[in-house]
């Protein structure tokens, strides 16, 4: 298998955020891979506008880059027991594309937060959210970083041994999914 592409879907907009952090950490840990982060910066979904509209140039560009990864990794903090705003109109947006992007795609889920929980009520919110698009969810391990703004050193990667670990067992998983439908389509 020729190195393959991963997109990272940050669901805060913050540049230095913990969930961008820890996107870049999994595709660190995956291994060799063209990594790029989409630009989650969309207008509001709004039915009116896009009748008028039709829809936005950065929307068509997100969905042809889920399209062209050959695999996903979803980063959500937690606001208010769910997703931010931010991740649900991407998704809202996307699902407004004829074409079933995420269909059969491999989809790493993960979630950093300042609270304790790090994050399992919008990763839970999340994994519902993606359920009509069928993609094909790592389902473990779990990565749920607590009290995330003290878990990266000054370079960016994960202090603790735990979290690592399990962002790398969940990369592996993702990589074997991918593996898995490289084979199914040959």
Known sequence: MSQPTLLGLSGSLRSNATNRLLLREAARLFGPCDYAEANLELPLYNGDD?????????????????????????????????????????????????????????????????????????????????????????????????????????????ISDQYRASLQRLVHALKADLELSVRQDD
């Open 50 to 158: 896009e009748d008028r509209e039709g829809r936005p140039d950065a929307v068509e560009q997100l969905v042809a880059q889920i399209g062209a990864a050959d695999a996903v990794l979803i980063s959500t903090p937690e606001y208010n027991g769910g997703i931010s705003g931010v991740l649900k109109n991407a998704l809202d947006w996307i699902s407004r594309s004829p074409d079933k992007v995420w269909e059969g795609k491999p989809v790493a889920v993960m979630s950093a937060a300042d609270g304790r929980s790090g994050g399992a009520r919008a990763q839970t919110m999340l994994r519902t959210c993606l359920v009509p698009f069928r993609p094909r969810l790592a389902l473990a391990p779990e990565v749920m970083l607590a009290d995330s703004r003290k878990q990266f050193d000054e370079n960016g990667q994960l």
